[in-house]
C-alpha cells in the first residue's frame, strides 16, 4: 500500500501580483499611445470662423519653408499626385478627401499645386483652419 501518493498538493500559481503589473502596463500604453502623435508638423493655420469636419483620407502639409508632407514624409511638388494617388489607393474610404494643413507663411502657389493634384484625381479637397 502506497500512502504517498495521496499526501502530496498540487502545486500551486500564486497570480495575485500578475494582475496589477498588467494594468499597470496596459495604463502606461494607453497614456503614450494618446500623447505620441507620429503626423506631427508644427505648423501655424490660418484662422477661421467656422470649422468643417471632415474624413481625412489624406494630409497634405506646406510648411513654412514652402515643402511638402503626405503625413510627416517629405515629398517633391512634381510627385505630389503620383504620392496622393497612391495613398488613396491604399485606403477603403468610399469618398476620399485631401485635407491641407498649410501653414500661414505658405503661398498660394503651393496650396493651388495641391488643389490641382486633387483636381487630376477627382479628390474632394479641405483647407484646415483653427477658430478664431
Request: hydrophobic residues 45%; charged residues 25%.
Amino acid at each position: 500500500m502506497n500512502l504517498r501518493k495521496g499526501m502530496r498538493e498540487e502545486p500551486k500559481v500564486f497570480t495575485l501580483a500578475l494582475n496589477d503589473i498588467l494594468f499597470i502596463l496596459l495604463f502606461f500604453f494607453l497614456v503614450i499611445a494618446t500623447l505620441a502623435n507620429p503626423n506631427v508638423i508644427k505648423l501655424s493655420i490660418p484662422k477661421a470662423e467656422s470649422d468643417t469636419k471632415a474624413n481625412q483620407t489624406v494630409v497634405v502639409s506646406i510648411d513654412a519653408n514652402q515643402k511638402f508632407y503626405i503625413g510627416t514624409t517629405e515629398v517633391d511638388p512634381l510627385y505630389l499626385p503620383w504620392e496622393i494617388s497612391r495613398y488613396i489607393e491604399n485606403s477603403q474610404d468610399i469618398e476620399p478627401t485631401i485635407v491641407i494643413n498649410a501653414d500661414q507663411l505658405a503661398t498660394a502657389d503651393n496650396i493651388v499645386t495641391v488643389m490641382k493634384a486633387a483636381q487630376e484625381l477627382k479628390v474632394r479637397t479641405v483647407l484646415a483652419v483653427d477658430e478664431e
